[in-house]
């Protein structure tokens, strides 16, 4: 997949997701002042344990970086096609190595929370988030063995990279699975940019 489709399609996706999230958050913030309204129950020990997990998640969803996940979901592209296509492309000979891993984005999501749970930051959150869309949009369900690495083995597959760009402009323009989540990701951008008529 190229840029249009990685930035275009995780940033539609998490804007739903934080939709919900807020939608959810605000229901039960509702639901939290009714009830303080009716007696006291023996489950009332349940709402607060909700609502802080609900506050949590919306703090998350208002404080969202969008340019951490538009990084994030660009991020396993830019370190791995220039150190498997380039820099050691005679070692991996793949555009897909390390940071197309499940570990990647779970170091990413490790970081990111330390970072939040220490300085309310959420940035390291949201690149986690465009990391884990990343492998997601590129279906790495595919190539269990990078999509799980090391469990497999350390070595990564070797694919044929001759001609590699040639093939992939060929595939922009020929191949179903790559030119409609890049006509796709442009329409969202295209909607995102667009201003609100008020």
């Known amino acids: ?57 919306t703090s998350l969803a208002n404080n969202r970086d969008d340019m951490s996940l538009i990084l994030g979901s660009l991020l396993p592209d830019i370190i791995d096609k220039p150190v498997g296509l380039g820099i050691c492309k005679d070692r991996f000979s793949n555009g897909r190595i390390f940071s197309h891993t499940l570990l990647f984005p779970a170091l990413l999501s490790a970081a990111g929370f330390l970072l939040y749970r220490r300085c309310g930051k959420t940035w390291g959150i949201s690149l986690s988030m465009g990391s884990f869309a990343h492998l997601i949009l590129d279906r790495m369900w595919r190539e269990p063995r990078t999509l799980f690495w090391p469990l497999f083995g350390l070595r990564f597959k070797r694919v044929d990279t001759s001609n590699w760009l040639a093939k992939v402009l060929k595939a922009l323009f020929t191949d179903r699975a790559v030119y409609l989540p890049e006509i796709i990701g442009a329409r969202i951008l295209w909607r995102r940019g667009r201003p609100s008529a008020s």
């Open 1 to 57: 997949m190229f840029p249009l489709g990685h930035v275009g399609i995780t940033l539609g996706a998490v804007g739903l997701l934080t939709g919900v999230i807020r939608r959810v958050s605000h229901s039960t913030t509702i639901d939290e002042v009714e009830s303080l309204s009716a007696p006291a129950n023996a489950d009332a020990g349940t709402g607060s344990v909700c609502g802080d997990r609900a506050s949590w998640l």
